[in-house]
């Protein structure tokens, strides 16, 4: 009994009329429990009853309205696009990179060895990286890959000029200064091959072993593969461990230089080399 009661109870509260109903020509909005209304139409036989869920009449009637257009946000816009080009330049530079031709023969033998330059110590040592380079190539000299070097480099960072100090550092382990040539007018990587292979043209002298830092070798096989020799870019290892942070420095610098020459260097800084007619 008190089940039944208990349904008809709900019934009729589901079914009982707001007090705002509307009545005028037989149609109407009544309001039912839980906030559902009953929309019924005229005394058309066509006429219908429908039942809305809470707030779908706010929500169509918002939607029958205008459209505000929303004004277009042209500075993020154009930050999206600033870092899509950079993200695509990226790309392309890591790809050049890997895809850089680091040799152009399969022999073992060579004219001569090319040291490329690297800044000294602000004292006038060698730095670290000068020493793993000449290192290296005294290494490959005593190995008998090439019976002379070329070191390579000007006073670009400071007053002293790279090609001396590591000239006089392969004497100082046993290299006859016979034996070595230096170019010491250049400042960057370009001219470092443009100058040693006039160098390699005045002695005639046409291949020769590139010797550099692993970092560096990418780089410096897409400027020597455009120069008219024989050539093979040979790794030289760091002294020792190096801390992250310093590894990170100058890998992102050197991808940063890569940038730079794939951009600007390789259209704008041709190498022009006398009586041949080339161009890097």
């Given at each position: 009994?008190?089940?039944?009661?208990?349904?008809?109870?709900?019934?009729?509260?589901?079914?009982?009329?707001?007090?705002?109903?509307?009545?005028?020509?037989?149609?109407?909005?009544?309001?039912?429990?839980?906030?559902y209304t009953v929309e019924s139409g005229g005394?058309?036989?066509?006429?219908?009853?429908?039942?809305?869920?809470?707030?779908?009449?706010?929500r169509a009637a918002h939607r029958s309205g205008?459209?505000?257009?929303?004004?277009?946000?042209?500075?993020?816009?154009?930050?999206?696009?600033?870092?899509l080009a950079v993200f695509a330049v990226v790309a392309?530079?890591?790809?050049?990179?890997?895809?850089?031709?680091?040799e152009n023969t399969s022999q073992d033998k060579f004219d001569v060895l090319v040291v490329l330059g690297a800044p000294a110590d602000s004292d006038g040592n060698p730095s670290p990286t000068e020493q793993a380079r000449v290192s290296e190539a005294v290494r490959e000299y005593e190995r008998g890959v090439a019976p002379r070097m070329i070191f390579t480099g000007g006073a670009a960072h400071n007053q002293f000029v790279e090609a001396k100090v590591m000239a006089q550092t392969a004497e100082a382990q046993g290299i006859p200064a016979s034996a070595i040539e230096e170019e010491t007018q250049s400042k960057n990587t370009i001219e470092n091959a443009c100058d040693s292979l006039r160098i390699m043209r005045d002695h005639g002298w046409r291949?020769?072993?590139?010797?550099?830092?692993p970092n560096h070798v990418p780089r410096a096989g897409m400027i020597f593969s455009r120069l008219p020799l024989t050539y093979r870019l040979h790794e030289a290892p760091p002294p020792g461990p190096e801390p992250a942070w310093l590894t990170v420095n100058t890998n992102a610098l050197e991808i940063l230089k890569t940038v730079h020459y794939l951009i600007w260097s390789r259209q704008m800084e041709p190498c022009e080399v006398h009586g041949t007619g080339n161009r890097e």
């Open positions: 009994m008190y089940g039944m009661t208990g349904v008809f109870w709900l019934m009729r509260r589901f079914f009982q009329p707001a007090r705002n109903d509307i009545a005028e020509a037989g149609y109407g909005t009544r309001q039912l429990a839980f906030g005394n058309s036989p066509l006429n219908s009853t429908s039942i809305r869920r809470p707030g779908s009449v706010r205008p459209r505000r257009r929303k004004p277009t946000n042209w500075l993020k816009r154009g930050v999206l696009a600033c870092v392309w530079t890591m790809l050049a990179r890997v895809l850089a031709p680091l291949s020769a072993e590139v010797v550099t830092s």
